[in-house]
């Protein structure tokens, strides 16, 4: 038997009739009959079965096909509920027939005043997957059962629930909170059970649009899990709400979009178990309302390490190859931005010890004129960067250095003998970056996989660092085995 999870959608996923409101010429909206096509984890796609206001003719005669664009198309469901389209393209190929693509559909319950113009959303409710992985703390605190020398069906069963399950953060903007919802089996004389399913909610002080709920809030969320993971994670369901303008009532929409699955999930112990999270929230005392406000503001700053690894925390299937080299340029781009000051003063001396040679060479009568061109063009403006130092840094400066679980993979065994034995760790993996960005040379991607996994954890590790993490979750990740 299929156990529905305790997290239950508003809608399943599916096709259903509607009416479709788009703007006419007049200014009015006319309503045309068609249908919406919501399915899970993909972009929601519609069909009109009547003419789409605007179709243009020409002499006398409609040409086809016509595209019109909306930032916010609405609809009615034959069952009575309300559809909000983002970035809604309507694109009319015959008489009577259109067909809508939306970006992202939200669904929820009509009510008698329409939310008019652009939304602002309050809040939301979000499940991503093994996102108990990062609770620390499970629902039930203690349970019991008859004991065995007890006759048959004589006894009880009892639970008690873990009020500390509920963890929340807030600051003055926001407050953020992971719980479980709950469910029982309470009319089936047969069998009892209880099951939960753990969500992430979160409320704003302030309303804010559709794009920036989204990019401030529900990305972060679902890769700081994914970080916390090691891999990519999908969000299972995700509710958003809103506030009825000018008054106080409140809705909540579910959202139909690519990325979504619509597949809420109960929690398992044999699951969370299974999976080594790098840090738990209630174990390691980690606020999430503080991870998510740092990685708004990382994002904000567009910091290297976020925009190249953190981009690339849902990315699957990625060739060893390609992951070799973003790592590489994760570490190198982190590097530099952490020494930046040290760097300008570096560039600012190379500038002025390049000025004080090149006055000495212009007052040289031995060298001719072409000469000194030559060495004006070809005497470097800026100072040689070092790879070598970046990624040493890079090893040595969290509390756990990899150089010597590197030295021992094949890749690396194989470039130091082709030196002849003399050749560092960091020497070889620059080396290799080089031949593999200019494309001058492969290798076998079982050996570029062996070392991108140890690159990933320290990528993984320095960007917990940035999120605000400790030494001992920084360990914790570089002493992990994938």
């Avoid at 059962?145 to 629930?161: C, H, K, N, V, Y």
């Avoid at 509390?399 to 130091?416: F, H, R, S």
Wanted: proline share 5%; with cysteine.
């Amino acid at each position: 038997m299929t156990e529905k999870a305790p997290l239950r959608l508003r809608l399943e996923p599916g096709t259903y009739r509607c009416t479709w409101s788009l703007p006419a010429e007049d200014g009015q909206q006319r309503d045309l009959h068609g249908d919406i096509e919501l399915t899970a984890g993909s972009v929601p796609r519609g069909e009109i079965y009547e003419d789409v206001p605007g179709s243009e003719i020409a002499n006398g005669v409609r040409s086809f096909p016509q595209q019109s664009r909306y930032p916010i198309l609405r609809a009615k469901l034959i069952n009575g509920l309300e559809l909000i389209g983002f970035d809604a393209v309507v694109s009319a190929w015959a008489p009577e027939r259109a067909t809508v693509f939306l970006r992202c559909a939200l669904v929820g319950l009509r009510r008698t005043r329409n939310l008019e113009g652009e939304p602002v959303f309050e809040g939301l409710t979000a499940q991503v997957t093994h996102l108990d992985s990062i609770f620390g703390t499970g629902p039930i605190r203690s349970y019991g059962f008859p004991a065995l020398d007890r006759p048959p069906l004589s006894g009880s069963w009892t639970i008690s629930e873990e009020p500390g399950s509920v963890q929340e953060w807030n600051d003055e903007d926001a407050l953020v909170r992971l719980s479980f919802h709950s469910s029982a089996s309470l009319a089936d004389p047969f069998r009892f059970q209880m099951m939960y399913s753990p969500v992430a909610t979160i409320k704003l002080t302030n309303g804010v649009p559709f794009d920036e709920i989204l990019e401030q809030w529900v990305l972060p969320l679902l890769r700081i899990v994914a970080l916390c993971l090691g891999e990519p994670q999908e969000i299972t369901a995700l509710m958003l709400r809103a506030n009825e303008g000018g008054t106080s009532v409140e809705r909540e929409f579910q959202a139909f979009g690519l990325g979504v699955t619509q597949s809420p999930f109960a929690s398992s112990a044999k699951e969370v178990r299974s999976n080594q999270a790098a840090l738990t929230a209630s174990g390691d005392q980690v606020s999430l309302l503080h991870l998510l406000r740092r990685w708004q503001e990382l994002e904000n700053e567009h910091h290297p390490l976020l925009e190249t690894y953190g981009s690339f925390l849902q990315v699957k299937g990625q060739h060893p190859r390609a992951r070799y080299l973003l790592l590489i340029q994760s570490l190198e781009g982190l590097y530099g931005h952490e020494t930046k000051d040290e760097d300008e003063s570096r560039r600012a001396r190379h500038k002025e010890r390049r000025q004080e040679v090149l006055d000495v060479i212009g007052s040289c009568d031995s060298l001719t004129s072409d000469h000194k061109r030559f060495i004006k063009k070809f005497l470097m403006k800026y100072p040689h960067s070092n790879l070598d130092r970046c990624l040493s840094e890079s090893f040595t400066s969290l509390p756990g250095d990899v150089t010597a679980e590197i030295a021992k993979t094949p890749l690396i065994q194989n470039a130091v003998s082709r030196h002849g034995g003399d050749l560092a760790v960091t020497n070889a993996l620059r080396g290799i970056r080089n031949v593999l960005a200019h494309g001058s040379k492969g290798y076998p991607a079982h050996e570029l996989e062996d070392v991108a996994l140890i690159l990933e954890r320290v990528a993984r590790a320095h960007l917990l660092r940035l999120l605000g993490c400790n030494t001992e979750i920084q360990e914790r990740v570089l002493g992990a085995s994938r």
